[in-house]
């Protein structure tokens, strides 16, 4: 139909109306009356449509250029294609329609015009980052709608409802080849009743009918879930513009069957099917999700088709069926390292019955598909410099690397940074302790609790808090570097100042008061030893990493998690967690795996980068590294001489130690 | 290794000893040493194996040939290659071999040899046919079992056991690409550390692991199920051999819902979730006869890992958990007309639960892939001439067609050759009167019953037949044709003979009496039009695909099912059921639509095979062809003068009348 001045072979007549789309630039002669939709089709200008032309679903909008356009010789205006006619002006009021906008697969050009493709008209386009994520999302739906009206069958040819809906789609749309869900068999020819031959199909990956509604139906949803140890995140996206409608997180109903996940392992090796169980109610807690996160948006669960899974790799064994006790004991093998493409019911996951579910690829045995989000997430191939990438957890895992080269590791922190084994420990929650202050002079402390605004030497903290109720991770490392700065731990960690109203002794141990309320919270010796172990292993993870990259410095470090987002990275320099680098260069993640499972959810093609990225990336086992458990000695005392302002200091000494070597 | 003759570019050594396998003939040279079963590979020579030259599965047996080979200038012996070591010996003494069979996995080339594969050791083979069948069964198993040992994981390395299994099936057996099936990820380190690293895996269509069991394990089955709408049979095979190694049968428990199809569908359209309870029910026992099958083989259920399905369009689609209120009304438009190909668990089958289901495709709304499965079995193509086969059951299917040309109609016969709607009409079974004779002057009977080899006049006949209980299908065609011979009925099939002993008159109607016991069994003039309709609605069927293919006449007819099995020909002919044709070439095809079954589970290609044929089958529908009609009232008489010895004087009535048209 269309003459395009790009198509091979084709003779275009000069009279004809050029269209000009913009800002692809692609343009073509078209005989007059050609819809502007068409013509972009077939110059593969991208704009999205689901209803295929009849006014329904307005999302080939554009916008008609005003003015001259002495670089294509043309006066474009409105006037140059054809003004609305009923179905536009009904979509109009039923949907409503920016003044300048236009429905692309109504409009029909006149004569010669120039015509603007916005953003939110492409399939293809970018969701501007939220704070603390490091770029933009591109948006590449893994499904999309496409509505087709189904000839009805007659006596005379003997085909199925199926092939017709198959002719359909090769005529209306280019599919080729579709292959379907047995549940799209069973559900299709009611479908096709109840919509008077008009339906809506979901296809997946282009090669796939995976649902299929009456009528027409233009949004479609997917769930990024971050299944962590102690809590269950889902958020619900639109696929078309990647907005994300709603999110909701519970605690991990595992936790019942151990605190840590070698607890819940142990369970499992203990009882037999056991794993049933904690496979049970992991998959109970993400359907339960769903229904509150569709129920908060108010869209019917049927219409959610596809939701992703970043987890560690125990949780993305449990969450796929999959016993984790091998990776209970060395040498942690996991069951696959690749991504797991299924159908959601698989798993027992309740979305739409042909909905499917992509769990990201695990990189190593300790290395899960939280930390292949993570790298999805940031990326730091794409940066320039060496980027170092935290996500403490349980275990703290590691990336290390640049454009040429990517390295990870996961280092046996312990959950002291979490707040567990950690005598007045908790979880960040209120009530909790989370930054500390110690007079140099009078050891005397003031600190601030999750939920007030005000320090606990503000007048009024005593009315505004409830009670104190513990202390977190990002509090437990505030109170040890802020004890080593007052002088009241030596360089190796023992709590050395003399004996106070602050510093007490209870046979042959010292504890630091810090609260003196009920329940007290004493940091006593064993708690510093736990921040010191967690901390060399940390270091010693990040250090092992860089001997293996052949760099001793990193030129930036991203914290991704609850610990990245609440910790104050000054202290984290303090204590020595992470290796030197310019403060100004250590930023907050967020919740990088949670943006991993998002991006996975959102674009096609970032699921082959990541499993080709995870492929690449260089596993290094911290527990067959002698130079670990070296690295790990050396990280056990807190930096001598450090201060907040130290970093300067310290990174010349780490440049001239570089050329030692 | 294998410096093969025929291999291309490859330099031979013509001091290395030659291999020539019979019956192929292919040929090569080989370093002294190669075992004969990597020799035969490299050359493309089709030996099965399962362990993988492990000496465990027997199946890659050969014979070595003895004596002078002039056209190979071999001397062939049995020294001509390494005596039986150790591991044949255990073999031997375990699993037996014949004296002359070697394992050709543990026979290493000494010198020049002429090797025979028996077709027991090839993976492609015939199956000789059974009885009625058309032609042997070609075996290219659609799953094949591969023993692996897996390499134990390490702290070294973090690929997940999927990836090193994958990698030691490419290794061990060539096999690429491999996708897996959700249950296979989850049993898989179960079956690792269970076999202590060597497993036995499943792999579907040469590209999908669909199972994996600890250790070794080399016989895997498939289950051919014929789902009617009165019985479901299922047969038990062995993949690699075809044989039928269980089969069982039993009532349709659907028929609680209703006796024919309509009568099913009826109850769907008046009772909502009524299609659930009818999928359940033919489900349930499916699942039963699996039960029943695999206990009477002595097998593990989980050692089934395919199913193949053929059944009339209505119970295809509930058996595919369709419903199939469309099929009820016209057009009678299928859901889809293609093959299904989807894991039995979706259609609740409780086989292996990574095993597949393959349902063959529906030819048209009233043909169903009952009929493919009758097309598959007697392929009418192969055959010189035309060919009609004839698959009755409350519809008669009817396949007409040579190498050219295939065409393909249902006729509404009604239930009546099934014994139903006729007053004393029963299913074939013990007690049913299924063979009738008339005296033409007494207008006395004789009859036999089934279960009884005596005829009704022989004086030990009421010593052994319990009770006369009913009329089956082929007594019930008898019966009319004998009362037509003997003058009873006219050639308008009405009761003409004058009351008497045998003829009585009830009201206006006239009753044939065939049996004076209890029950009595009594030929009503409603039995006769019963019979009449569904025989004029069978022969107008005939003529109406004859006439579409252009051809008076058809030089072979079969008749598939019970049916076919046991009526008397002769009298089928003296009805009119079916088109004149030599007595010679009519015969039964047996249950054709299970053998077609068998075929598609037994043999990858035949489903490709019956898609193509299925798709190329031109399909007239007879409710819409006026002609039916005209054909239809045309055969309603009994056909003049017909008797037994008539047809060779029809049919050359049937050439004079081609040459008038």
Redesign the interface.
């Known amino acids: 139909m269309a003459a395009g001045e790009t198509g091979a072979g084709v003779v275009a007549s000069h009279k004809e109306p050029m269209i000009v789309f913009m800002p692809s630039g692609k343009r073509g002669r078209f005989p007059r009356g050609t819809a502007v939709l068409d013509a972009a089709r077939s110059l593969g200008v991208d704009i999205d449509s689901v209803c295929g032309g009849r006014a329904l679903c307005g999302r080939c909008q554009v916008e008609v250029a005003d003015g001259n356009f002495a670089k294509h010789g043309i006066s474009s205006s409105a006037a140059n294609i054809t003004p609305a006619g009923e179905a536009e002006h009904r979509f109009r009021e039923r949907r409503g329609l920016d003044q300048v906008r236009r429905l692309s697969c109504q409009a029909r050009v006149e004569t010669d015009v120039v015509v603007d493709v916005p953003a939110s008209s492409q399939v293809h386009r970018q969701v501007v980052r939220k704070p603390n994520e490091d770029h933009d999302i591109t948006i590449n739906p893994v499904v999309h709608p496409y509505f087709v009206e189904v000839p009805a069958?007659?006596?005379?040819?003997?085909?199925?409802?199926?092939?017709r809906l198959g002719n359909a789609l090769r005529t209306e749309w280019g599919l080729e080849g579709l292959r379907c869900e047995?549940t799209v068999?069973?559900d299709?020819?009611?479908a096709l009743?109840a919509g008077k031959r008009q339906v809506t199909v979901a296809v997946r990956n282009g090669d796939r009918i995976i649902a299929v509604w009456p009528g027409f139906r233009d949004t479609l949803y997917g769930v990024a879930f971050d299944v962590g140890s102690t809590t269950v995140a889902a958020h619900l996206c639109e696929l078309a513009s990647g907005k994300v409608v709603a999110s909701a997180g519970r605690m991990n109903p595992q936790i019942r069957f151990g605190e840590d996940l070698m607890s819940r392992v142990s369970y499992i090796m203990l009882n037999p099917g056991g794993e049933d169980r904690l496979i049970d109610v992991v998959r109970h807690a993400m359907n339960e999700l769903i229904g509150e996160i569709a129920g908060e948006a108010g869209i019917d669960v049927a219409a959610i088709v596809e939701i992703t899974i970043v987890g560690n790799p125990i949780m993305q064994h449990l969450v796929?069926?999959?016993?984790p006790?091998?990776l209970g004991t060395?040498?942690?093998?996991?069951?696959?390292?690749?991504s797991?493409d299924?159908r959601a019911a698989?798993?027992g996951i309740a979305i739409n019955p042909g909905g499917y579910a992509y769990a990201l690829p695990?990189?190593?045995?300790h290395?899960g598909a939280d930390a292949a989000g993570v790298l999805l997430a940031e990326a730091p191939q794409r940066h320039e410099g060496v980027s170092l990438v935290v996500d403490v957890g349980t275990n703290a895992e590691l990336l290390l690397g640049n454009a040429e080269r990517l390295l990870a590791a996961s280092s046996p922190t312990g959950p002291a940074f979490e707040g567990a084994q950690i005598s007045g420990g908790q979880r960040a929650a209120p009530g909790a302790i989370e930054r500390v202050r110690i007079d140099k002079d009078t050891h005397e402390p003031r600190f601030k609790v999750i939920g007030c605004d005000l320090w606990s030497d503000d007048p009024a903290f005593a009315d505004d808090v409830q009670q104190v109720t513990g202390i977190c991770g990002s509090g437990i490392i505030e109170v040890v570097a802020e004890m080593f700065l007052a002088g009241i731990l030596g360089a190796d960690g023992k709590i050395v100042a003399p004996v106070s109203a602050r510093v007490i002794e209870d046979g042959r141990t010292r504890s630091y008061v810090l609260h003196d309320g009920n329940p007290a919270i004493h940091i006593t010796q064993n708690d510093v030893r736990a921040i010191q172990l967690a901390k060399a292993a940390l270091h010693a993870g990040a250090k092992l990493l860089m001997e293996h990259f052949g760099t001793d410095r990193v030129d930036r470090i991203r914290l991704a998690g609850a610990f990245g987002a609440h910790i104050d990275v000054t202290y984290a320099m303090v204590l020595g967690l992470i290796p030197e680098c310019d403060l100004e260069h250590v930023s907050s993640a967020g919740n990088a795996a949670g943006t991993g499972a998002r991006i996975a959810l959102l674009d096609r093609a970032s699921r082959i980068e990541i499993e080709q990225q995870v492929r690449a990336v260089v596993?290094i086992?911290t527990?067959?590294e002698p130079r670990f458990q070296e690295y790990f000695v050396a990280a056990m005392a807190i930096p001598g001489g450090a201060h907040p302002a130290a970093g300067e200091t310290r990174q010349r000494r780490g440049r001239r130690s570089k050329r030692r070597d």
């Not at 796929?320 to 016993?323: Q, R, V, Y």
């Open positions: 069958p007659t006596l005379d040819e003997a085909h199925g409802d199926l092939e047995p068999v069973r299709l020819q009611g009743a796929l069926g999959i016993s006790v091998e060395a040498p942690f093998a996991l069951a696959t390292d690749s797991v299924l698989d798993i695990c990189i190593a045995g290395v596993k086992e527990a067959v």
